[in-house]
């Protein structure tokens, strides 16, 4: 039964991979130009360079007099030539597998093996020094290179930079660096290593195999891998089933390795991992001069990686202050953002976080009945963490106060709850007040919060301390409330210990009597005005332009 269509996936240096479906009978002409169907856009490749078409049982490619000519598994052909799935066409440097949508998955282990005998290495600085100007072509030729081999270096390099210039994802840069190595070394098998957490361990991060080996796991011999590493060495082989060099590892012999290569990810000081790769039966085994080319390319990947990595940091700096921006506009949200006039009290608070989020706590909550409730709290810690605490807290002592009209059974309930949450690991202060607008009583509990101020218009102050323990450390703690009247004039201001631990250059605290002479000299302004004024005097006194900590300021005033 003949074929209806394949698919095509095209490799070209410096790009990402391009899968192209062709169906019916074709021609399918193929080549740089943009009119082609097959599109290959680089400078080895004609601008109408082969054609593909169906004819009879199966696909068939003949090269249209190019200028480079086309290779279909390694050979040059010169007639039209049936295509086979999983077939290799190439084209100079440009790779076009036929039949296939994706490369077979492989994998790689790095494998413990006895210790190697006597192991050739070239150390890094010699293998630099031989080939950083065109001056040193000599140096590089007296390695016994051919001149094939130093066209192929050049070219090498001359590839490389431009290939590397393009952003990808860690993931893409890693499978990118092999495939790139694979091209300009025509290896067989390509790993690209990297050491773990502490430098011990050892994590293959992508490969690439070619033809019939695809699919197929690598082993690479852990002692050739440190050594590269620990020595700053490039390390060749031209034959490792003879070499003495290579005679104890077994990992290697196993596998029928007649060439292989290993090379440090350097740059100046810093060491990343390694690149390897090898040949099956190589018809010419690595050379000097291929070692010059996978020391430069494992240089500059490992530019490339540390570039990247530092640039998905950045990246991910900056979406984390997006994200923490938005949860702080959603944060902000549930805080009273106007004063609640409910005569004769008058109530206006503010928090300003010390970063985009923070862990205090303020509300108003103006329920059905005749009880105004105002709440003041701060969570430990700071960021996120104490962020969706605060965001918890706040539904909870909602829900908690509209339910039970008794402070001190809000607060235990609080309590479990929290505990429940946070295991003991986290714990939050907190001041409830509920002012009964019929009588006039005023209840509150402090659960270890920092006593709110009572300024009377006499300029009498009052502390309130009666609670208990703060929420969220012992799950069956008990509160207990204290009752006080407002009388007209009186100030009562909540607040939170950004307020008091604010330190000026010489480390000093702003403290408790500095915010009692404070209030007692600002006592006769508005609500609005009084928040204001203590956060500016608190902003003024550390002298910074955001507090160390959060600061929240709440303001009750009978008129």
């Not at 957490?197 to 080996?213: S, W």
């Not at 479990?416 to 907190?430: K, M, Q, Y």
């Not at 450390?473 to 407002?486: K, L």
């Amino acid at each position: 039964m003949p074929q209806t269509g394949q698919s095509l996936s095209i490799h070209v240096p410096g790009r990402d991979p391009e899968i192209v479906r062709i169906e019916g009978d074709g021609p399918f002409p193929l080549g740089r130009a943009p009119e082609n169907e097959i599109v290959v856009n680089d400078s080895a490749v004609s601008r109408k360079h082969a054609e593909i078409s169906l004819r009879g049982e199966g696909y068939w490619i003949l090269d249209l007099k190019s200028k480079n000519g086309t290779k279909v598994n390694g050979t040059a052909i010169q007639e039209l030539t049936h295509l086979h799935p999983g077939d290799r066409i190439e084209i100079g440097p440009c790779q076009i597998h036929f039949g296939r949508e994706k490369e077979p998955d492989s994998s790689a282990r790095v494998a413990d093996t006895k210790a190697p005998g006597t192991v050739h290495a070239v150390p890094l600085a010699e293998l630099v020094n031989a080939a950083q100007s065109p001056s040193n072509l000599k140096a590089i030729a007296a390695t016994g290179a051919s001149p094939q081999r130093m066209a192929q270096f050049f070219e090498g390099m001359e590839r490389l930079g431009p290939a590397l210039l393009a952003h990808k994802t860690m993931d893409e840069l890693f499978q990118f660096i092999v495939d790139l190595t694979s091209d300009v070394l025509r290896s067989d098998r390509t790993v690209i290593i990297l050491r773990g957490d502490g430098g011990q361990e050892l994590v293959p991060m992508a490969t690439k195999q070619r033809g019939t080996l695809a699919g197929k796991e690598i082993v690479v011999s852990r002692s050739i891998a440190r050594r590269s590493i620990e020595d700053r060495a490039a390390i060749l082989t031209s034959d490792a089933q003879q070499d003495e060099r290579f005679k104890e590892q077994q990992s290697v012999i196993r596998q029928r390795i007649n060439s292989a290569m290993c090379v440090p990810l350097w740059h100046e000081e810093e060491v990343l991992g390694v690149l390897y790769v090898d040949n099956i039966a190589a018809p010419v085994p690595y050379e000097h001069t291929d070692l010059l080319i996978l020391t430069h390319i494992g240089h500059l990947a490992a530019v490339k990686i540390l570039e990247t990595k530092s640039f998905e940091e950045l990246q991910l700096k900056r979406q984390m202050e997006e994200e923490l921006k938005r949860a702080a506009n959603l944060q902000q949200s549930l805080l009273p953002t106007d004063p609640l006039v409910s005569p004769p009290y008058r109530i206006a608070g503010k928090n300003i976080p010390s970063s985009d989020v923070g862990g205090d706590y303020f509300d108003f909550i103006n329920g059905d009945a005749a009880v105004l409730t105002i709440g003041l709290g701060d969570v430990a810690g700071k960021g996120m963490p104490a962020a969706l605490l605060m965001t918890n807290l706040h539904a909870s002592v909602r829900a908690h106060v509209e339910s039970e009209p008794r402070l001190p059974m809000v607060m235990a309930r609080l309590n479990r709850s929290i505990h429940h949450a946070v295991r003991g690991d986290r714990f939050i202060t907190l001041v409830l007040i509920a002012i009964d607008r019929k009588t006039g009583e005023v209840r509150y509990v402090n659960a270890g919060h920092n006593p709110p101020f009572l300024v009377h218009a006499s300029g009498e102050t009052e502390k309130l301390s009666v609670g208990g323990l703060l929420l969220g450390m012992f799950p069956e703690a008990t509160y207990e409330s204290a009752e006080f009247r407002m009388g007209p004039g009186d100030v009562l201001v909540l607040y939170s210990d950004g307020v008091t631990e604010a330190r000026d250059a010489s480390d000093d605290e702003f403290g408790e009597e500095r915010l009692m002479a404070f209030l007692q000299k600002h006592r006769a302004m508005e609500p609005e005005r009084l928040v204001e004024a203590l956060i500016r005097t608190v902003h003024e006194f550390s002298n910074e332009g955001k507090p160390g900590d959060d600061v929240t300021v709440a303001v009750i005033r009978r008129d």
